[in-house]
């Protein structure tokens, strides 16, 4: 399926034309998570380095609870299973709610629970110049814009945002948000987990922020720079950014230009919630894991990730729990599966 059915563009010498032309499928039959993946047309079926690069980006606003243990469990099992890389990255965008005490806990947790990384942990914090680089190439394309608009006004509009200030050609001055013009137009990928998905921009999403009011990038932008930058080739996460896909796939589209563009592949896994239907995170109070208490955790999480573990894991090691879990990776144990009720450790 074509990621953009409607051939109608709003600007018809725009970069628009180029995204539609240019577009291949999504790759992400070629995912090792995907229903393909035991059989002998698998990539990965050797030991050779596969070109798999995958990662796990926390914001650390707080330490790793069993959420986003879970999270960083699926997209290492991925990688190691490909025989990949793994990276992980600090989405450390938001100094007043993010503190490199959380990313140092993030990491120690991810260490003692044997969740080793490849190379250099690259933060956010630090790629500024980057990420106005790309903002400068969207402007270039003239496809964003100044926008003063409150949250309030956007909400009495439904929550879409109308395009209000795309002619306006407001000065772009602190205290107003730099937003990126979206076709209207219908995307599609393909979910290694999750299966077909479709999105209209223009309807569904509305022209986005990339750079908010109060200066700082948004994580829109910033997370299609950096997994470019770091050649990201499969992205495993919740299941609460898969509506962020085809924003991400639209920018990578256009921070390419003309140049050709291999999209990631994506896999997006079910979310944890409470008995309130909540998912599980920092703002709900999920309690911190304690990672001296690895292999129980461990063992937890790929009860979450519906695996199946071996009842005489229970009493394994980290090291041993993280080995069967490699071998016996199969993400579509977890096909159509949104939310993981959550249960008690034992
Ligand atoms: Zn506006």
């Known amino acids: 399926m074509p990621l953009f059915k409607s051939l109608e563009s709003p600007y018809p010498d725009s970069q628009y034309n180029r995204f539609i032309r240019g577009y291949q499928m999504s790759k992400a039959t070629d995912h090792p998570a995907s229903h393909n993946s035991h059989n002998s047309q698998s990539p990965f079926k050797d030991n050779s380095n596969s070109s798999y690069i995958g990662r796990f980006a926390p914001s650390p606003s707080g330490p790793l609870h069993m959420g986003s243990l879970i999270a960083a469990m699926a ?65 270039r394309q003239d496809l964003v814009f100044a926008c003063d608009c409150s949250r309030q006004q956007i909400q009495e509009s ?38 077909e998905q479709i999105q209209n921009l223009g309807q569904q999403v509305g022209d986005f922020v990339i750079r908010r009011k109060d200066g700082l990038f948004a994580y829109q932008l910033a997370v299609v720079v950096d997994d470019t930058f770091q050649n990201v080739s499969h992205i495993v996460r919740g299941i609460d950014l898969m509506d ?61 990730l519906q695996q199946e573990p071996d009842a005489n894991l229970k009493t394994a090691t980290c090291e041993e729990i993280l080995a069967w879990g490699i071998t016996h990776w199969a993400p579509e144990k977890l096909s159509n599966t949104r939310t993981l009720p959550e249960f008690q450790l034992r």
């Open 75 to 139: 997209s290492w099992f991925d990688a190691r299973r490909a025989k990949g890389k793994w990276l992980v990255r600090m989405e450390d965008l938001d100094p007043p709610r993010e503190s490199q005490e959380a990313a140092d806990q993030i990491l120690d947790a991810l260490d003692k629970v044997g969740l080793h990384w490849d190379d250099k942990v690259l933060y956010q914090s630090q790629r500024s110049e980057a990420y106005h680089n790309a903002m400068d190439t969207l402007i």
């Open 158 to 195: 439904g929550g879409i945002y109308p395009g209000t200030c795309r002619e306006r050609c407001l000065p772009a001055e602190p205290g107003t948000a730099m937003r990126l013009c979206v076709p209207d137009q219908t995307v599609s990928f393909t979910d290694a987990i999750q299966g």
């Open 244 to 304: 962020s896909t085809p924003r991400q796939l639209y920018l990578q589209q256009l921070l390419a230009c003309s140049r050709p563009i291999s999209h990631p592949s994506y896999a997006h896994i079910p979310v944890i919630v409470n008995d309130l239907g909540q998912k599980l995170s920092k703002q709900h109070m999920a309690s911190p894991i304690d990672p001296a208490n690895g292999a129980p955790l461990l063992f937890a999480g790929l009860q979450y």
